[in-house]
């Protein structure tokens, strides 16, 4: 379920930041996403920390539309064949409705009144957010996307497009996905950021794992953009980037917890390997 403390504040400024160079659906017009006092935006380098619960969210301006949905995407994945990456799905929620009066939000780079989105009837949300949390593995900093869509013409088998999709987060195609789903040119904002795993890089055979892929996936990079080129250093904006989805396949098991297995599954290979 939606946090209702979550934020994205869509701007027509050029200093605020819009979806990676090579992502799809693109956009241009610039999102902040805001994690309490942490202004998320232009690609910036976020603790690991600041990032564990999900944003708060809402537009400069008030958008046209009744219903909304905010989808992260981890768009640096590791495989087993670097420089070779997958994508994971952090978040995918629907049901978003608007606030009427713009409210300010007081971040660390200043404040910004905002019309806020919120899951005001509470829906379950298709995938509930996971915090970034990237490995000591190729690469070790990972771009984390956002996109706002608007869903108020969705109709009951589109939306089942996003849910059924959802239910496999690794290996998430944006692109495919939304069009599916008759809704990708129904982007309405994006932003991006970047959380880093200081290293070193653990040993390709501590870290081995089935389901990481191996590099054969034929999947296009159309729906995730480009990725950065696997490095041992922190992340600096602006390095060379190469992409190639490989696919995984997201098994639901029986934990402590959730003896039914009917939650999102992380038994077999944990995301944390992963995201």
Request: aromatic share 6%; net charge negative; proline share 7%.
């Amino acid at each position: 379920m939606l946090c209702k403390s979550l934020i994205i504040l869509a701007g027509a400024s050029a200093t605020l930041a819009s979806t990676p160079k090579g992502f799809e659906p693109g956009t241009t017009s610039a999102l902040i996403v805001s994690f309490g006092d942490v202004a998320a935006e232009d690609g910036n380098v976020l603790e690991k920390a600041a990032t564990q619960t999900a944003p708060t969210i809402g537009t400069q301006s008030k958008v046209e539309g009744t219903s909304f949905a905010v989808l992260m995407i981890d768009l640096d994945i590791p495989t087993d064949s670097p420089p070779q990456t997958s994508t994971l799905l952090h978040w995918l929620q629907t049901g978003l409705t608007q606030s009427t009066a713009a409210t300010p939000i007081n971040t660390s780079e200043g404040s910004t009144d905002a019309f806020i989105f919120e899951n005001s009837q509470g829906q379950a949300a298709f995938a509930e957010y996971i915090g970034p949390s990237p490995p000591a593995r190729i690469p070790l900093s990972h771009r984390y996307t956002q996109i706002l869509v608007d869903t108020s013409s969705a109709t009951e088998a589109n939306l089942d497009v996003l849910k059924n999709a959802a239910a496999n987060r690794r290996g998430f195609d944006a692109l495919s996905i939304l069009t599916q789903a008759g809704l990708a040119d129904k982007v309405l904002a994006g932003n991006f950021f970047n959380v880093t795993n200081p290293g070193p890089v653990a040993s390709s055979t501590s870290k081995k794992n089935s389901t990481t892929g191996n590099g054969s996936g034929s999947a296009g990079s159309t729906g995730t953009g480009s990725v950065i080129s696997p490095t041992q250093t922190p992340f600096v904006p602006g390095a060379a980037m190469t992409h190639k989805i490989i696919p995984f396949k997201l098994h639901k098991q029986p934990t402590r917890g959730d003896p039914d297995g009917s939650k999102d599954a992380r038994s077999l290979d944990p995301l944390e390997d992963f995201m």
